[in-house]
């Protein structure tokens, strides 16, 4: 069965291409040479309702889809990862866990300015210790004292949790004896420390800032959802975001396609364009078949999601898959631009040091392909 976007999906796609189009790729380059945040193009993508864009209409939501998103942020990533994973992180990482696991005086704190776009959210799992055993790594502890939480530990590589309109980040700490739970910590609450931005090899754009917190003091109220469910709660919203990443990824691979068929059509070699050579134009084939294979897997678990289907095994293929297309194809446009593509003053040098982080946020090609193994039913360690 052939999949088709409904019309309402059609003019989103349309809507959002032309304010990257205008508001974003002009920009791009200069944004990644000077490592610059745009705290204005976020204020524009939250007044487009792309902040909000799945969440409840109460809290100033869109009520859409999980494809709408992910059509959104495919489209945004086509302009510019570091953009791309603003978004995503913003939405899946930082509003996510408040709108799914938030009491209904949480969410009417934080939710009306995230949805907006005033502010963002950052979301603390990872631990300078931790990686892909983020429960058994997870050193931060959190102890009640007078009716407040007291956190201790340090947070690694958490986007959008150092920018200027940075309101809340939600970080998991040990609790109890085997418990971890999740705390929602305002921005500039005495104890936290944010230390200085990553010097990063991609998403220059992007803002990623390592976490200290010291004697953190927060009311027992901003506990997030059940005690001791954290995790759990995190890990459900990793699967979501796996998905996210899935279409970020598909964003990526349609830049790498778009400039490499414009390039071989301009530029000729021995008389005639270099697209007429096979043995290019057969790698831009390869490149169209992964770019439609990923986005149908990423669009498949994003239907299931919408559908109140499981969703883990459709996330990891979708994620592992888009990911590692993503990275082959900065490789073949670098190659297909030749000395131009090693040049930093085409996007190819960009896009090829924002592709590998694809392979390892949100859950590494290793961990996707060990979900996948284990729901196939095979007893992998």
Same mark, same amino acid.
């Given at each position: 069965?052939?999949?088709?976007?409904?019309?309402?999906?059609?003019?989103?796609?349309?809507?959002?291409?032309?304010?990257?189009?205008?508001?974003?790729?002009?920009?791009?380059?200069?944004?990644?040479?000077?490592?610059?945040?745009? $705290?204005?193009?976020?204020?524009?993508?939250?007044?487009?309702?792309? @902040?909000?864009? $799945?969440?409840?209409?109460?809290?100033?939501?869109?009520?859409?889809?999980?494809?709408?998103?992910?059509?959104?942020?495919?489209?945004?990533?086509?302009?510019?990862?570091?953009?791309?994973?603003?978004?995503?992180?913003?939405?899946?990482?930082?509003? &996510?866990?408040?709108?799914?696991?938030?009491?209904?005086?949480?969410?009417?704190?934080?939710?009306?300015? =995230?949805?907006?776009?005033?502010?963002?959210?950052?979301?603390?799992?990872?631990?300078?210790? /931790?990686?892909?055993?983020?429960?058994?790594?997870?050193?931060?502890?959190?102890?009640?004292?007078?009716?407040?939480? $007291?956190?201790?530990?340090?947070?690694?590589?958490?986007? &959008?949790?150092? *920018?200027?309109? *940075?309101?809340?980040?939600?970080?998991?700490?040990?609790?109890?004896? &085997?418990?971890?739970?999740?705390?929602?910590?305002?921005?500039? *609450?005495?104890?936290?420390? $944010?230390?200085?931005?990553?010097?990063? =090899?991609?998403?220059? #754009?992007?803002?990623?800032?390592?976490?200290?917190?010291?004697?953190?003091?927060?009311?027992?109220? &901003?506990?997030?959802?059940?005690?001791?469910?954290?995790?759990?709660?995190?890990?459900?919203?990793?699967?979501? /975001?796996?998905? #996210?990443?899935?279409?970020?990824?598909?964003?990526?691979?349609?830049?790498?396609?778009? =400039?490499?068929?414009?390039?071989?059509?301009?530029?000729?070699?021995?008389?005639?364009?270099?697209?007429?050579?096979?043995?290019?134009?057969?790698? =831009?084939?390869?490149?169209?078949? *992964?770019?439609?294979?990923?986005?149908? %897997?990423?669009?498949?678990?994003?239907?299931?999601?919408?559908?109140?289907?499981?969703?883990?095994?459709?996330?990891?293929?979708?994620?592992?898959?888009?990911?590692? /297309?993503?990275?082959?194809?900065?490789?073949?446009?670098?190659?297909?631009?030749?000395?131009?593509?090693?040049?930093?003053?085409?996007?190819?040098?960009?896009?090829?040091?924002?592709?590998?982080? @694809?392979?390892?946020?949100?859950?590494?090609?290793?961990?996707?392909?060990?979900?996948?193994?284990?729901?196939?039913?095979?007893?992998? %360690?």
């Amino acid at each position: 069965m052939a999949f088709q976007l409904t019309p309402e999906h059609q003019a989103l796609r349309a809507m959002v291409r032309e304010f990257a189009e205008s508001e974003i790729i002009p920009h791009a380059a200069e944004w990644d040479r000077t490592h610059h945040f745009p $705290v204005d193009v976020v204020h524009k993508m939250g007044e487009l309702g792309l @902040l909000g864009i $799945v969440f409840e209409e109460e809290y100033g939501g869109g009520g859409g889809d999980f494809l709408s998103l992910c059509i959104a942020i495919e489209e945004i990533g086509r302009a510019d990862q570091s953009m791309g994973i603003t978004l995503e992180a913003a939405v899946g990482l930082g509003i &996510n866990p408040i709108a799914a696991f938030g009491t209904p005086e949480q969410k009417a704190r934080w939710l009306p300015d =995230l949805l907006a776009g005033r502010t963002l959210a950052a979301f603390g799992l990872t631990e300078p210790g /931790g990686g892909s055993d983020a429960a058994g790594a997870t050193r931060t502890r959190a102890a009640l004292d007078g009716g407040e939480w $007291v956190i201790n530990g340090s947070k690694a590589f958490i986007t &959008n949790s150092g *920018t200027d309109i *940075t309101s809340v980040i939600t970080v998991t700490a040990v609790t109890g004896d &085997n418990e971890i739970s999740a705390l929602i910590v305002p921005a500039g *609450t005495p104890g936290l420390t $944010v230390e200085p931005a990553y010097d990063k =090899l991609g998403w220059h #754009a992007s803002d990623t800032h390592g976490l200290v917190f010291e004697d953190c003091r927060v009311p027992a109220e &901003n506990l997030l959802g059940e005690r001791g469910r954290g995790f759990h709660q995190f890990l459900a919203t990793l699967d979501d /975001g796996r998905i #996210a990443v899935g279409a970020l990824s598909v964003g990526l691979i349609q830049a790498c396609l778009d =400039l490499s068929v414009e390039y071989a059509l301009d530029r000729e070699a021995f008389g005639r364009p270099i697209g007429a050579n096979q043995g290019l134009a057969f790698q =831009l084939a390869d490149m169209d078949v *992964t770019l439609e294979a990923a986005r149908l %897997l990423t669009y498949k678990a994003a239907a299931l999601k919408d559908a109140g289907q499981p969703i883990k095994q459709a996330a990891a293929r979708a994620k592992l898959f888009a990911s590692e /297309g993503a990275v082959s194809a900065t490789r073949v446009l670098t190659q297909v631009l030749g000395g131009y593509g090693f040049m930093e003053e085409g996007p190819a040098a960009r896009f090829y040091r924002d592709a590998k982080i @694809l392979e390892i946020g949100e859950g590494t090609s290793e961990i996707l392909r060990l979900v996948i193994s284990r729901s196939l039913g095979l007893p992998v %360690l």
